[in-house]
């Protein structure tokens, strides 16, 4: 009784221990993908433990044979997880079998038909020919009569377990330092449930006592000790290389003699076209214009390289390598691509630039422009520019009588045509409300009346419509010039052009005013 007792125990322990190391590894996921896969088998291995502890006490033959089924559950994905973890867990090879290891997950197939062909036992009988309870034992124990499924179920069991102890030994043969320590460790957590199964598969054990699952769990509390005392599933190690190789940034590691000895995987995709040829060798001999980059970096840090046949835009960063004595052994370079940045600063500073409705400059960026052009100007102590200023006529009327959405129209209409007939090298801008203007460079005080009496004419026959009718459009101009040697500021100018364009609206509007002549008015 006191040896039952302590079975019993034991395998009540076993589900306990292998659940809470489930859940203990299952939590660490994140840091490694083999501690997934051994989070599940420790979780197969407490649903198998906990499946035959209620075999063994269950009351009747009828349990215990339901939970004889589910213990397959868990036994039979055992060795599909220990497959994938071993498959998984290369620490020396940060690439390792991904691919491999998503296709070994077909393997879970097997389990399942495994199950199935087990749970339906009781309409085919290929499994256990019968079960029946053994009489005068102190436990819960069923008389098996195995079937050939039986032994074509545990051999599948066995040769997957061993397939994954197989490729365990592969690693560890060509693992190197510490790496060697952690797979002997693995492979010592192998060793007592292979050799549980079999003697159960003998029927060695005392009353046929089934004690893999309390083999599974010491190897459990094996292989979670090395995770806690030898970094076992630890991925502190090889953190720097998993961290540069996620870096969107591209980094080459070059050696004193600019040599490149390493890269990560953006730097292989975006530069190095994945060729390996090119380690060892200088970048000045396989990649000239990389090279002269990292050299001749402008002073912003800046530089533009192609890729796939596009320019973009990288900041260079330089870190020296040095080892424990600070003597140097390389540099390392970190490209770092701000190509989208750029253009979304551009487009913000075109936005703060311009008139949301009309898309001309706003009054603040042509004041700041104006002003630099005048004191540009003043430097040379040549040159001159013009400023037309035209209003809207009525504009008011305009909003009252068709809506203010119809007052957008009108002034993106005209500013569609300020576009269109302004030079590139005038500055165009909507000033406020519906006033307008605009600076000519070079341009005398007769030209620019005559493109503002062109500009004014065509607004004039553009007009826009709503609802079906036409709605007229004018404006009132006011022009004027500045020139350094006139000794007057451009301020004065732009009031000038402004002060003309009120004496255009006090002339009856729609014409043309020059600040410094004789109102000039043409009526349509």
Request: charged share 15%; glycine share 6%.
């Amino acid at each position: 009784m006191g040896f039952i007792t302590a079975f019993e125990i034991a395998i009540f322990a076993s589900a306990i221990i292998s659940t809470v190391l489930s859940i203990l590894v299952y939590r660490k996921r994140a840091s490694s993908q083999p501690l997934r896969f051994l989070s599940g088998m420790f979780f197969a291995n407490a649903v198998y433990a906990t499946s035959y502890l209620f075999e063994i006490i269950s009351p009747g033959l009828k349990g215990a044979i339901f939970f004889l089924y589910l213990e397959y559950l868990g036994l039979s994905f055992i060795p599909v997880f220990w497959i994938l973890i071993a498959w998984s867990y290369k620490p020396q090879d940060l690439k390792g079998e991904q691919a491999i290891v998503k296709q070994l997950r077909s393997l879970f197939l097997i389990p399942v038909l495994i199950c199935l062909f087990v749970w339906t036992n009781g309409w085919h009988r290929l499994v256990y020919h019968s079960l029946t309870l053994q009489e005068n034992l102190p436990i819960t124990a069923i008389r098996f009569d195995r079937a050939v499924g039986f032994w074509i179920i545990n051999a599948t069991i066995v040769i997957l377990y061993l397939s994954g102890s197989i490729r365990m030994v592969y690693n560890l043969v060509k693992a190197k330092g510490s790496f060697r320590t952690q797979y002997l460790l693995l492979m010592l957590a192998t060793v007592l449930p292979i050799i549980t199964h079999l003697l159960l598969l003998k029927q060695v054990v005392p009353y046929n006592l089934d004690i893999v699952p309390i083999s599974f769990t010491l190897s459990g509390l094996l292989l979670y000790w090395g995770m806690a005392k030898m970094q076992l599933f630890d991925l502190v190690p090889i953190a720097r290389t998993m961290v540069l190789n996620a870096m969107h940034e591209a980094v080459f590691v070059l050696d004193n003699k600019q040599r490149l000895i390493d890269s990560n995987h953006r730097a292989k995709e975006l530069f190095l076209q994945n060729d390996a040829g090119v380690y060892g060798k200088t970048l000045a001999e396989s990649h000239p214009h990389l090279w002269d980059s990292f050299t001749n970096t402008s002073q912003s840090g800046e530089v533009v390289l192609p890729v796939d046949g596009i320019q973009r835009t990288f900041t260079i960063s330089e870190s020296p390598i040095v080892d424990k004595r600070q003597e140097a052994m390389g540099t390392l370079y970190l490209l770092h691509d701000i190509t989208e940045l750029r253009s979304y600063v551009k487009e913000l500073e075109r936005l703060a630039a311009s008139d949301g409705l009309t898309g001309l400059l706003n009054h603040r960026q042509f004041m700041k422009l104006a002003t630099e052009e005048a004191e540009r100007l003043v430097q040379v102590r040549d040159g001159r520019f013009s400023l037309i200023i035209f209003d809207l006529d009525y504009f008011k009327e305009i909003n009252d009588t068709y809506g203010h959405s119809t007052g957008d129209l009108a002034l993106q209409t005209v500013g569609h045509l300020v576009t269109e007939h302004a030079r590139p090298s005038d500055l165009c801008a909507r000033y406020g409300g519906e006033e307008f203007i605009l600076l000519c460079r070079g341009t005398s005080l007769y030209d620019a009346f005559q493109f503002a009496e062109e500009l004014r004419l065509a607004i004039a026959e553009t007009g826009i419509t709503q609802g079906g009718q036409p709605v007229h459009i004018t404006a009132s101009f006011g022009v004027s010039i500045y020139s350094p040697h006139m000794g007057i500021s451009w301020e004065t100018a732009l009031n000038q052009a402004d002060t003309a364009m009120y004496a255009a609206k006090a002339n009856g509007r729609n014409c043309t005013v020059p600040g410094t002549v004789l109102p000039i008015c043409i009526q349509n």
